[in-house]
Each structure stands twice: as structure tokens, then as C-alpha cells.
């Protein structure tokens, strides 16, 4: 972004520039250039790096930002999210102050295609101009990049070194993707689970992420302001979170819901040694609050928050009875203790 700095001008000299900015070069350019190009284009999303997911975009006047190929409207470029204009656009290199100033809107000159647009090409196009209705240029503030993990200081070897020297906690994901394989459990509700922890549910960050839904459409269905994701919707939405904390109480447990959906899941089935019963339990416990999103935002049907922890406590004692399955508690049957408050034994 520095265009008067000195290595700006060293790959000017090496690389050339296209629309304002550095281009990529031929097939002959540096390895590690190209990886840098990669992560400013947005190429390899999916496995963006250690690097890259640390790097944000501040914008400002949005001249230094292209418009179809830059991440700034949401995690997907343009390009990916309105594919077929991207590939009748005559300028693909346009930055977003340049568009922005010859007018994006039904009276502007901003939009230049190789063909005139069909029918249902046009309403694609008043989908992209929808997005862009509360899109302004700051002007007198340059857009630049910012080093995540300390955005006061900026990037540094050495804090990069740390990042990557310091020992991380992780969960084995195969661990818990076995775990969700429950021998008591229906295989639709162990399948929920299974794409609950690979956070391939279809929860509104991940359709936006898909180009299914508009920036604007992901928050929770609740009304609660917050963005949709997995774990706000299974963990911490408050109605859902005190559904873990009357089965704490239920089991006769204590403790806190951490944030990520996997660290949640191993911590619940940790809580006593019948980790097979609270593994059912926490399988359970997913499903309904699934089933009730849904039917919150499909059939517009409620279920109060006691009911749904009185299906828990059935739906449990049910299944271990079908499947003729009890805890030995010392004389007593885990059930026999634990399943007498609901009148079911």
C-alpha cells in the first residue's frame, strides 16, 4: 500500500502494475511472490494459512480495493458470488472508488458488459446493486492492510515467530468425530452432530459464505442482533445456553460453556465417569435445539425452553430403555437415581 516506499518500488521495477496496483507476473516470477499474490486475491480460500488468517483489510477510500476480486462485501469475493456478471464484465480490474464514482446505481455509467444483459441477468445485477446500497468512500483515509494479532504495533518477525513457537491446544478431530457415533443414538441425530463439528450445517454464516444468502440476512433467526454462527446458536444464544445449564443442574455437574462447539462437546462428556450416557445426552441436546431453530424460522412454532430440557429428560430414559441399557450407580441403577424425578420408572 505504501506507494512511496521502497520496496513498493523494487517490485514495480521487478513486476509492473496493473489497475493502480502491483500485478502478479508471468509464470517466471518468484514462488514467493506469487504466494503473496494469493493471499491479497483471495486465491486458495478455503486453506488460506497461517498468515492470512491473521491479515485483515481496513478500507478507507477504497482506490487501493478491486471491486470484483478483493474480499470487502462479506468473506467472498465478488467474483465468486455473482460468477456469471464477473465473466460479462468488460472491466474485472476495476477498483471500487472507480465504480463507486461512475455511479452503481440504475442511473449510473458504472457497469460495462461485453453483451447486453437477459432477463434474469438483470435481476442478478439488482441483487449485487442491493448489496452496494449503503456502501460510501471515506475520503482522505487510505485503505490498508492490518496485522490481526497486534494492531497497534503492526506486524513483526519476531511477533510472527511467537504466533508460530507457541504451543497451541487442540482437540483431536477424529476423536470427537467418532464420538458422535453413538451405539443408543438414531443415526439422523448422530449425523446432525457430525455436521455440527465440521461446521457444515447450514446455519446462516455458512449459506453466506455459499453466495445463498446476503450479508445483511445472517443474523440469528432469534432477533438477538448477533450473526448466526454454530456456536452462538448451540452455545451461547441465552435461551439455548440455559438449556446446557439446567442439564448441569439436572445431572448434579458444574461448569462453563467454552466457545468452540468441539471443546464444548469433550468438556460435557467429561463431567463424570458415565461418559457414554452424557455423550447420548449431549447428542440429544443438539438435535432438539436444531429441530427448534428450524421450526422457529420455517413454521413459525415455539417451544419454551422447559419443555425442550422435559424432552431431554424423556427422549434419554427412553432410549436407554429401549435398548435395555442402565448405569450401575453402586446398588443402584444410574436411572433408578437420576430418571425418578420425571415419574417415568
Request: proline content about 2%; aromatic content about 14%; glycine content about 6%.
Amino acid at each position: 500500500m505504501d506507494r512511496g516506499g521502497l520496496w513498493y518500488r523494487v517490485l514495480v521495477a521487478r513486476y509492473g502494475e496493473e489497475a493502480g496496483r502491483l500485478a502478479v507476473g508471468s509464470r517466471r516470477a518468484s514462488s514467493w511472490w506469487r504466494e503473496i499474490a494469493k493471499i491479497r486475491d483471495g486465491v486458495g480460500d478455503s486453506e488460506r494459512g497461517w498468515f492470512a488468517e491473521r491479515v485483515s483489510k481496513v478500507i478507507g477510500d477504497w482506490s487501493n480495493t478491486l471491486f470484483w476480486y478483493d474480499r470487502w462485501l462479506g468473506d467472498i469475493p465478488l467474483c465468486r458470488r455473482f460468477a456469471w456478471l464477473f465473466e460479462l464484465a468488460s472491466d474485472k480490474l476495476c477498483s471500487v472508488s472507480g465504480l463507486w464514482a461512475r455511479g452503481w446505481d440504475e442511473e449510473g455509467d458504472a457497469w460495462r458488459w461485453r453483451r447486453r444483459l437477459w432477463t434474469w441477468e438483470e435481476l442478478l445485477l439488482g441483487e449485487c446493486r442491493d448489496l452496494l446500497a449503503n456502501v460510501f468512500v471515506q475520503h482522505n483515509i487510505s485503505d490498508r492492510w492490518q496485522w490481526d494479532p497486534d494492531i497497534h504495533d503492526e506486524y513483526t518477525v519476531k511477533g510472527a515467530y511467537h504466533i508460530l513457537t507457541t504451543p497451541v491446544t487442540t482437540i483431536d478431530v477424529d476423536a470427537t468425530r467418532d464420538l458422535v457415533w453413538h451405539k443408543q443414538v438414531p443415526l439422523k441425530v448422530s449425523l446432525v452432530a457430525w455436521r455440527l463439528l465440521k461446521d457444515r450445517l447450514p446455519t446462516k454464516i455458512n449459506l453466506q459464505r455459499r453466495g445463498l444468502l446476503q450479508v445483511d440476512a445472517i443474523r440469528c433467526v432469534f432477533g438477538c442482533g448477533t450473526e448466526e454462527s454454530a456456536a452462538h446458536l448451540f452455545i451461547h444464544y441465552k435461551e439455548f445456553g440455559s438449556l446446557w445449564q439446567h442439564i448441569r443442574l439436572w445431572i448434579g455437574v458444574s461448569g462453563v460453556d467454552p466457545l468452540p462447539v468441539r471443546e464444548h462437546f469433550i468438556q460435557f462428556i467429561n463431567y463424570t465417569s458415565y461418559s457414554s450416557f452424557l455423550q447420548m445426552i449431549w447428542l440429544l441436546g443438539v438435535w432438539l435445539i436444531w429441530n427448534e431453530r428450524n421450526n422457529r424460522l420455517f413454521s413459525n412454532i415455539e417451544i419454551p425452553i422447559l419443555q425442550l430440557i422435559d424432552k431431554v429428560k424423556f427422549h434419554s430414559y427412553w432410549w436407554l430403555k429401549a435398548n435395555n441399557v442402565s448405569f450401575v450407580y453402586g446398588s443402584q441403577t444410574w436411572w433408578s437415581d437420576h430418571m425418578m424425578c420425571l415419574g417415568l420408572d
